[in-house]
Structures are given as C-alpha cells and as structure tokens.
C-alpha cells in the first residue's frame, strides 16, 4: 500500500486474489497486480514492482522499541491484549492504533513486536522520485490506523477475524 504526495491511494498487489482481498477491506484509488519483489536485510529493504522501486536503509532501535521488546510475543500479538492497549498506543504514538473495524465487518489487530528507525530512502513511483525522508504528516488514510509520523520500519503481526464477534 502506498499514498501519493497527491493523495492517491495505490495497491500494489502480487496476484488477484489478495488484490480483492485486501481492497474489499481498505480503500484504494488504484490497484496495480504483478509480481512484487522484496528483500530484507539487517541494514536494508528493497521493493520492487513494474513501476515501483524503493532502496530503505534500516538503522538502530526507534525511540519505543524497548518498549515493545518488554512485552512477551504471545502477549504482544493477543486480540484481547491489543484491544485493552489501543487507547494507549494510540496516546503514546499518533495516529497508531492496534484495534479497530474495517471493511466487510471485520476486525484487525495490529502487534508490533519490534520498531527501527529508518535512517535513508532512495527510488521512485512511477518515475516520480521520492525525495527525502520526512514525517508522516498528514497520516496515511487507508484504514483505522495510520504510521508513526517518524520513518519507521516495523515487526507486525495482523490478525483479522471476519465474524461479527469483535465487534461492540
């Protein structure tokens, strides 16, 4: 997923399938389907699509992953432990949630379980170069969450449940 400095909201799908199944649950303006490459590294992740290039250089510890190292996987990844911590991640980091609704009625959690800093970022969209590294500012409006406004890079575990029992 990626938004456009003109607010276009783009998909890059590998394959039919999830292209439906992720654009029945976010919204996009676009969705692009073809083979999509990614390699990470311990300092470096690379994505690559017909039209899309991107070179991200990773770098040490963000500001809360001592935070989040505290919490035990299991713990860090449950539904219930998600739902009781979003009011607070969301004070903690703006924008972030880690409980909410999206489409089709179902219910995502979002366990980030490590966060580094990303300290460079090289390549383009469609010819278009990126430029440099800056906040995120306004938040990406795909869904319920958005990122944290500092460049990051983060280890997520998603968990979607389809039935209406997660919903209040």
């Known amino acids: ?23 029945s649950t976010y919204r996009f303006d676009r969705v692009d389907v ?7 590294g311990e300092e470096r992740l690379t994505v690559t699509t017909d039209g899309f290039d991107a070179r991200i250089r990773i770098g ?9 190292r505290l919490v035990p996987r299991r ?8 739902r009781a911590i979003d009011p607070v991640a969301a004070r903690v980091v703006p924008g972030v949630r880690t409980y909410g609704t999206a489409g089709n009625a179902r219910v995502e959690y979002y ?5 580094r800093r990303v300290t460079a970022i090289d390549g383009h969209y469609r010819g278009v170069p ?4 800056a ?17 990051q890079i983060v280890s997520v575990t998603t968990t979607i449940d389809e039935s209406s029992r997660g919903v209040n």
């Not at 073809?34 to 990470?40: D, H, I, Q």
């Not at 713990?75 to 998600?82: E, N, V």
């Not at 366990?111 to 966060?115: H, I």
């Not at 990126?130 to 590294?133: A, K, M, R, S």
């Open 130 to 133: 990126f430029g440099g590294l």
């Open 1 to 23: 997923m990626l938004q456009t400095a003109d607010d276009e909201r783009v998909l890059l799908a590998p394959d039919d399938a999830i292209a439906c199944f992720v654009s």
């Open 135 to 151: 906040p995120l500012a306004p938040p990406v409006s795909f869904g319920f969450s958005s990122a944290p406004p500092s460049p």
């Open 75 to 82: 713990l860090a990844t449950s539904p219930r432990w998600l």
């Open 111 to 115: 366990g980030v379980r490590r966060s």
């Open 34 to 40: 073809g083979e999509v490459r990614a390699a990470l």
């Open 60 to 68: 040490g510890a963000a500001p809360i992953d001592r935070l989040l």
